[in-house]
């Protein structure tokens, strides 16, 4: 039986989502467990993507095959969360066709970025939102942002050594919220995101709203492809994966 | 010069406030940058009063001396933020009376208790809310709250082993407020709380909202001074210290 689950992870203690030898991954420690409720016998899971170390997701989409019988959902969801570690939580797990696939089923993705940009950063937020302590303009970051929507080649957005061939995506929300006084959002989203694309965009969102960079450098940075003229990658700890949005 | 700081920390990797061989509390990590600023010769820091291991504070008083003239406040606050750990930031600096004292001007407090009373515990909030995971009745935590308010003997809600001889304390404002569909925040005012009160007096009425201890038991436990007939001591994680209000 095929299950599809809804997860959220606190990414500050994991090397990432997707398994790798001798680190602590999402994937390694849910496997654990999916194992164990397997008689044993190993489980691998997919989920819809990989997030990058230290970055977070409030519902992360993954499904797995268990042996046997239909299981009681309430129940397999209770014995994932509660069995995982506690920085992972299981918020949904249903029942999904044989072939229904995480990652292949077609979907759009939304990312989240939150931003506080104060005179004190806040020790309860250090690792949930990314710190900019300097002067950030808002109509030149709005502006930005406006560019980064449409189908473009982002391989100027990408980290260099990606093994993706096809760089072209579609976004169709960039959204850039002032949550408070000192505090911003930033919303993405689109049908894929390259490595490390969208904590670039910020990173180079942030760099024109501190005065750095003109607005228009985003479309030179879309037309050229070149990754050195983009701003350097935001910090991972600001980074949400906020949801999957699978077609109808 | 003696000055007066507001300081936040996140209480999670912190053995509580006071200094106490081999631990890592705040007080010593501050007092090792104000010596550093001080010419290397030992400061001695006051606060306002002890937070316990693993509590918070979002605006903690403190008061200390350093030698030499008057400093510029805003560089002072800003080695001292940028020069303590993270878990530590400090939000103002200001120059006060020489015997002016964090601890003995007369003051009240507030406290905060965070929970989480979900299905799921969020991965995000696991260190910065408690988390309950059974039924909750507010009404009757309602009533209970009110009767903590007044002048009282807290005996009974106090951990036994306590140093102090008069436990008599007043509470101004005791306040349950719903703040989401899941989650509820305990307000606590009062000129005084002695060791462990707050987590004492909110394990006790989280008892009373699951039904499993009449409100009237608040009564008994204040006049019988009878710590055994309280509830549970609540968990660290969800307890911040809000507030210190001095008089005039």
Known sequence: MRYKAIIAYDGKDFAGFQSQENQRTVQAEIEKVLTRLNSHEPVILQGSGRTD?????????????????ARDLERLRFAL????????????????????????????KIYEYLLENGRVRSPFKRHYQAFFRYRLDEKPMQEAMARLIGTHDFTGFTASGSSVDDKVRTITRAELIKTGEDSYKFIFRGNGFLYKQVRNMVGTVLKIGNGR???????KILESKNRDLAGPTAAAEGLYLREVIYDK
Chains 1, 2 share one sequence.
């Not at 170390?53 to 499904?63: D, E, K, P, T």
């Not at 995982?84 to 759009?108: C, K, L």
């Not at 960079?213 to 479309?219: A, K, L, N, S, Y």
């Open 53 to 69: 170390s230290g970055v977070h997701a409030l519902a992360q989409v993954i499904h797995f095959d268990l042996k046997g019988v």
């Open 81 to 108: 969360d509660t069995q995982t570690p506690e920085d992972i939580a299981v918020h949904s797990v249903e029942q999904v066709a044989d072939d229904w696939h995480a990652r292949f089923e077609p979907h759009e």
């Open 213 to 219: 960079m003109p607005v228009e450098q985003i479309d």
